[in-house]
Each structure stands twice: as C-alpha cells, then as structure tokens.
C-alpha cells in the first residue's frame, strides 16, 4: 500500500511538473510570438534607375531581387536624396541631409550642416538597434566619413567590410590611393581573382552566419558599390548582353515602359517622358558608335547581375540557417540614373576590364530611370525615386504593390518600431536630433498611412519640394522654377507654374520655412567658403533641358 501511494505520489509529481514547464515553455513562446523582433537586412545598389530591376520593368537578368518582388511589396513612389553621400547619411539616420551634416557630398565645406560626416547629435540605425539589442554589420561602401573616427566601427556596427570612401572599384589594384579596402584591420592583397561584389556579398553572408549564432536579432547594412562607375564586371557576365542593346535607346526604354504597365508599376495612362534634344537618334549613329553603346550598357547590365547573384545565395544562407522567415529584407538604390561621363585612365585597356574607367552616359541613363525625367543629382523624379521592394512573410502579403508616397527617412522610424526600441534623447552625452521619419509599418501591412505634409529637397542649389500631389522644382543656377501635379502628370511634362502662380508661391514658402528649419545654406556660399567645389561648375555649364 505504502509502496503504491509513493508512486501514485511521484507520478502526480512528474505529470504536475511537465504541465507546469509545458505550460511555461507555451507562455513563453506566445509571448515571443506576439511581437517578434526581427532580423533586418538593408541592401543598398549604387547609382541603379527605377526600371533597372527586372521586378521594375527591366531586361537586366536580376532573378534574386525579383524573388524577393514576388514574395513580398514594392512601392512605385519611394524617394531618395537624389545623391550617394546626402541619401547614405539620411537613410542611416533618419533625418534630413543637412540636419546629418552632409548638405553637400562628404568633403568639409566649414559650414554647419555641410561637415561631410554624421555628427554626434545623431544616431545611426547601428546605433540605435544595438542600444535595443541587435547585433550590427556592414559591408560595402560606406562614404558618409572620409576619417577613421567617422567609419562604420565608430558609428555602431560591431563588424564591417568594405570601401570608407567612395567606393568606385571592382577589380583589384584598385584606383587611385584613397580607395582601400578593410575588415578587422587593412586588407592585404586579396588576390587576382578579386571582384568587389562578389567580395561585399561573401562578406555579407559570413556575417549573417556568425549573427545567426547567438541569441538575438540581427542588423545587416548591405551597400553596394554595383552599379556605380566605373564601368567594371567580369567578361562572361559582360558576354550575357553583348549585341542586346544594339537594338538602341528608345526601343529598349518603349519595352521597359509597356512591362511597367503590364507588372502594375505604372498606370496605363501613365505617358513616357519626352527627350527631345537629349538623346541622339540611335538610326544616325555609326556602328562604331552603336557598339560602344552597346559595350557600356552591357558591362552596366553585368554589374547589376553579378549583385542579384550575390544576393541570391545570401538568401539562400538565411533559408539555410532557418532564418529567412525570420528576416525583413529591404532593397532599394541611392538615386537615379546618372549622366555622369568621365573617362580616366589608361585609353588603350577596353572598357569593362581592370584599369579602364567608363560610364554609361546619358542616354541609357533616360532609359534606367524610364518613365521618368532627368536624373541623379535633380530633383525630378528621374534623380529622386527609387525601386522600393521588401520581403517579410509575417507581415506582408506576397506580390503587394504600394503607390503611397514615403521617403529614406522614414526608414530608420519603422526599423524603431519593429525593433520594439527606445529612440534616444542623449548618446554617449551629446543631445540627439530627433527623427523626421514616419513608420511604413501600415504600408507593408497593406493599410493606408498617414504621410508627410510635405517632403522637400536641396542638393548643389537644386530645389524640389511636394506637398500632396503638387510638386515644385527649382534647377541651379537657372533659378527657373517649374510646377507640377503629380496627380495628372507623373512625369513632369507640363509646367504649371505660369497659371498657378499662388501656388507656386505656398510651394516655395514651404520649402524655405524647411530650408531654415533643417540648415539649408545657400549654394553660392557653400562655393565661396569651400573653392574647391568650384570644380562642379561642369554640371552647370552644360545641364540637361529641363523640359526635353
């Protein structure tokens, strides 16, 4: 009887302490369940246009990023800082260009706001996840910070490979002296078979596996230097293409245009930007002509394949690891399309290989950034918007397309709220600007959002402000002011300002009482305290027609 009573007792024991920890391990995982924090991977392309992506309207064979379109949400109206440096630093802090101290480029101009590096009185996303318990690292292009105490490692990422500068290198030597590669300390030769996205992108995944080992969230920031010039990729990506591109410029951006409509990006209505007295007519050129063309475009459509690849197998290592359930990826660009030529270096090595420096010039530039105008730089849309795509299962319904208007700035607000974390007031004692962003959070969870009043920009004396669906552009040093509604014309064909001259009038009133508001400088004073810029007269004495 004792006998039976001790182990009727024990049962009752051992089954009373199994439902306890059951019902523990059940609390504690509904618990986490109810507000996951998740792992957060940025992915940052350089210089790549809105059509660009396959996912976009593109030719361009980018599989991995389309995926990720696929199983998650693009946004058609996202906007950029129309600049590398300007977007980096706002995208990283989520304030305004010049309140992150980087009014102009990354060169100190010795005016407030115009330092060229994130100043104390901000965070960045490194920081402000680390403080809420994520792990942090960055590979890529960085150029938000020429000095050591400015890089990566100093401004919150616990690891980081990649360019501090400006990046503008694929091959190994790279050009010139200022462009180094680093890890835990300066990198040594790295091989004859180093390719700079390739080595962006394995790093990327060996910090994504080291991370995925320890217990809490992660924080990925994965800036490409891909597409930037110079023109650089390897010569059987570079084969893929060689001969497409023959077919010329308005046909290709004619075949972007009509795939824009038939994905969703673009409204059926929605007319294609004109570019009278820009481009040349591909029928007049010579074949010599038609070819370098075709080489340029070809070797630019190689680069931005060799990222998708890349991205691809990182992808791949979170599937791999179980943690791509877990993971909110986001891929966006710095800006638009850029006309930008330069040819340096040594004129007898073809173009494409090691030690040649191209671009692909301004008319595949109209065709990356189709269906819009203009380009990196300016503030019409062509320079300012960019592809927007994000994937996170447990949050956002596969193939969604979003066409509210949202900004870089509010980048650094949503990753705040996912990341269930404290914004700081003070860091490390230094007062702290507070954010300008608004969550996307109803965006990707397929409600409407309350926006911005207004969004504005300013780069080398170029103006740009919306408000609603009305838009106001002021090119520099023109001063000619241009007026639009994005509601009617989305590809800023029809200047309104002459017939609605109050409105033009509250635009610009808006846009200075901001300009104050963040420190905007006037350009001429930045060019007067800072000579050197003087060296950007180039892009003034020959712009684009800013209504071709």
Known sequence: MNYCYTFFFRCCLILGLCFTLSCSQTKENTSANSAPKPNIILILADDMGFSDLGAYGGEINTPSIDKMADNGLRMTQFYNASRCCPTRASLLTGLYPHQANMGFMQEDCHLPGYGGFIPNTAVTMAQALKANGYQTAMSGKWHVGNDPQYWPTKKGFDKFYGFPHHGGAY???????????????????????????????????????????????????????????????????????????????????????????????????????KVDGLVPDWDKLSEAEKDDYDLRMSIYAAQIECMDRGIGQLVNTLKDLGELDNTMIIFMSDNGGTREDYSWGDASIPLGEQGSFGCYKLPWANVSNTPYRMFKHWGHEGGIRTPFIVQYPKMIKAGSIDRQPAHIVDVMTTFMELAQGEYPKQYKGHEIQPMEGISLVPVFKGEQRQGHDGLFWEHEGNKAARVGDWKWVNIYPEG?????????????????????????????????????????????????????????????????????
């Open 171 to 273: 091959f190994y030597p790279f050009p010139g002296d200022q462009v180094v590669a680093i890890g835990d300390s300066l990198l040594a030769h790295p091989g004859e078979d180093y390719y700079s996205t390739e080595a962006i992108n394995d790093y990327a995944g060996k910090y994504v596996r080291e991370m995925a080992q320890q217990e809490d969230p992660f924080f990925l920031y994965l800036a490409h230097v891909a597409p930037h010039f110079p023109l650089q990729a390897r010569a059987e990506d570079i084969a893929k293409y060689r001969g497409k591109y023959k077919v010329g410029f308005e046909k290709i951006r004619q075949a972007r245009y009509e795939k824009q409509k038939q994905l969703g990006i673009i409204a059926q209505d929605t007319p294609l930007s």
């Open 480 to 548: 000619t002011d241009e007026l639009y509604n994005l509601a009617e014309d989305q590809v800023e064909q029809t200047n309104l300002a002459a017939s609605n001259p109050e409105k033009l009038q509250e635009m610009k009133q808006r846009w200075q009482q901001w300009a104050d508001r963040v420190g905007v400088q006037p350009w001429e004073k930045v060019i007067e305290v800072e000579p050197s810029q003087k060296r950007l007269q180039i892009w003034y004495e020959h712009p684009p027609k800013a209504n071709s």
